[in-house]
């Protein structure tokens, strides 16, 4: 059976902490704290859960938070098998502004890996996949994890016949992209320091996106935060605004595209479809609060709303 792997090297319990007018250098009071595990790969899952797709959470847990991960994944009915570790997982601290208007987040570098414990990894990585299977590489590393450490991932993958989805900035990205993921997602932020890019307009970004395609990369899904998205195949170039909506927190946005992207590939959407109910899906994610997961229902309620057309280049 075709399964969706989900690959966390490091999660994080994310605090988001609501703090009106925040300012650097006083006492900032809190007003409203809330935790919720994180982790790219991690918030991918929760939203396929949401989406009625179960899928395999893997990557690094250990000390103080490990059973509280564990027994959250269980509550959800998110099956994993991370690889425990001695040193403690990390917590990110996230401060929503809404009075500002500001999101800030304060990301910790994460446990030393050590070098038995990222062998275990890699052998239970090697025994999931599977061919047919969908997998997606999420998030940064601690920084004792080899910065080609998606790249080996892809090709491990690749060679047992399951599609990749990368999501990773800096050199995580550009290590991974040598070995031809089918789809990316990058950011705006994360394709400008990939190819260099000189400006960020659609056309440089469509230009830039057709690049990598012609490279090998199947899919790019470039997300433009408020802006919308643009998506270059090797069927066409598309794009969309972003839509007009409350904007609680935007944590966790770029990952519900991401669970689109393998919901997309699942149901066979079109690549207009798909680029409809990825910009839904992070729109729908920002309403919600702290890194909650946004739910089918909102989503359809928002991708009729999401006008997508396909760009004659
Ligand atoms: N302010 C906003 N209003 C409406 N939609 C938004 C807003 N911010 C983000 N989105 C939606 O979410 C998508 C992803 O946002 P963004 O480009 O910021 O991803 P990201 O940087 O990968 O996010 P993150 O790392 O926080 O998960 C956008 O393409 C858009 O569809
Ligand atoms: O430090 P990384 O791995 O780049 O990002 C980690 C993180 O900010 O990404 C998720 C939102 O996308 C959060 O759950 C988590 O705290």
Redesign the pocket.
Known sequence: MQMVITVTLNPALDRTLNVDNFTIGTVNRVTKARYDIGG?GINVSKVLKNFNIDSLCLGFLGGIWEDYFLQELKRRKISSNFTHIDEDTRTNTKVVDTLQGTFTDINEAGPDIKKSELERFMDTFEDSCKNGDIVILSGGVSPSVPSDIYGKLIKIAKEKGAATIL?AEEELLKEGVKAKPDII?P???ELTKLVNLGEDTDEAIIKAAKELVEYGIKKVLV????R??IYVTQNGVYKCD????A?KS????????VAALAYSLMNNFSDEYTLKF??AC??A??MLEGTEACTLEQVKALVDNVLAKEEKY
Request: proline share 0%; no cysteine.
């Open positions: 790219k999501d997602k950011n705006i932020h997300s433009l935060g408020e919308g998205a972003g839509l007009k909506v904007v935007t944590v966790g946005a770029g990952d519900s595209m990825a910009n992070g729109a994610t920002v």
